[in-house]
């Protein structure tokens, strides 16, 4: 990664922007072929048309996520989570541009459009994950901090319209105190932590303050009120992702898979 740019070059916010429009653009274009391979009212002649545009974004999802993450990088003290998710989501476009590459000129049959059709899904998907930690890590190092009661917190994320996927957790009743901090990125921590938690058998776990100034989420039967928050596919660069964008907020998050249980300390 590129480091060492300086902090607020005139008319860098527009042209990060920019950037993040044209990810999400190729990546639509992505996950537009996918869907015309599942739909059985589009024919093979349509689908041929429209490969070589789609290959050729593949190149371009590379250029934005490395122009995006080379400028993540130059705000956090090490690289280490910029380059793990660039590393996990450059493989899955060179399989797509080579899928794609060696379906030109040839007839689309049933056959073939089964096997672009499983491909193409998955890349997609693991593809638009790639892009949810971009953007991740990007507000962890660009977003505002304010000053937040807890409990609030969690009742916005609740009821904001953000898009993605959502997860339910409880929080416990005397969740009291206030904070510093970036609520999306906050949100979406917490989130990783119950999806984390759901993939060991807890649902709905439990939120609630623990030692230190820090929020836990465990199974618990304790009562509390039922809340949907933000979260964020479970790949493989998930968990690093979600710790360097808690660190950029000032807050260190810790994962026990063996109890299970999920701490995020928060600033001072």
Do not use: F, H, Y
């Given at each position: 990664m590129e480091r060492g740019r300086p902090e607020g070059t005139p008319g860098e916010p527009a042209r990060l922007e920019a950037e993040r429009g044209h990810l999400r653009d190729a990546l639509g274009s992505v996950r537009n072929l996918a869907q015309i391979l599942h739909s059985v009212r589009v024919g093979p002649r349509?689908?041929?048309?429209?490969?070589?545009?789609?290959?050729?974004s593949c190149a371009a999802i590379d250029s934005h996520a490395k122009t995006l993450l080379d400028s993540v990088a130059a705000r956090l003290?090490?690289?280490?989570?910029?380059?793990?998710?660039?590393?996990?989501?450059?493989?899955?476009?060179?399989?797509?541009?080579?899928?794609?590459?060696?379906?030109?000129?040839?007839?689309?049959?049933?056959?073939?459009?089964?096997?672009?059709?499983?491909?193409?899904?998955?890349?997609?998907?693991e593809l638009e994950a790639g892009r949810a930690l971009v953007d991740l890590l990007d507000e962890a190092v660009r977003g505002a901090r304010v000053q937040l009661d807890l409990a609030e917190l969690l009742r916005h994320a609740h009821v904001s319209r953000d898009d993605g996927d959502r997860i339910e957790v409880r929080?416990?009743?005397?969740?009291?105190?206030?904070?510093?901090?970036?609520?999306?990125?906050?949100?979406?921590?917490?989130?990783?932590?119950?999806?984390?938690?759901?993939?060991?058998?807890?649902s709905a776990p439990l939120v609630r303050l623990g030692t230190g100034?820090?929020?836990?989420?465990?199974?618990?039967?304790a009562a509390g009120e039922v809340?949907?928050?933000?979260?964020?596919?479970?790949?493989?660069?998930?968990?690093?992702?979600?710790?360097?964008?808690?660190?950029?907020?000032?807050?260190r998050l810790d994962w026990d898979s063996s109890v299970p249980r999920f701490t995020l300390h928060l600033p001072a």
């Open positions: 349509s689908i041929e048309s429209v490969l070589p545009d789609v290959r050729d003290p090490d690289d280490a989570a910029p380059d793990e998710l660039l590393a996990w989501m450059l493989p899955r476009t060179r399989e797509l541009e080579c899928e794609l590459g060696a379906a030109l000129g040839k007839p689309v049959n049933a056959k073939a459009r089964l096997r672009l059709e499983q491909v193409v899904t998955r890349v997609s998907r929080v416990a009743p005397d969740l009291v105190g206030e904070v510093s901090l970036n609520a999306r990125v906050c949100s979406l921590v917490l989130g990783v932590g119950a999806s984390l938690l759901r993939e060991r058998g807890t100034r820090s929020l836990t989420l465990a199974a618990d039967d809340v949907s928050l933000p979260t964020l596919p479970l790949v493989a660069p998930t968990l690093t992702c979600a710790e360097t964008a808690a660190r950029a907020c000032g807050a």
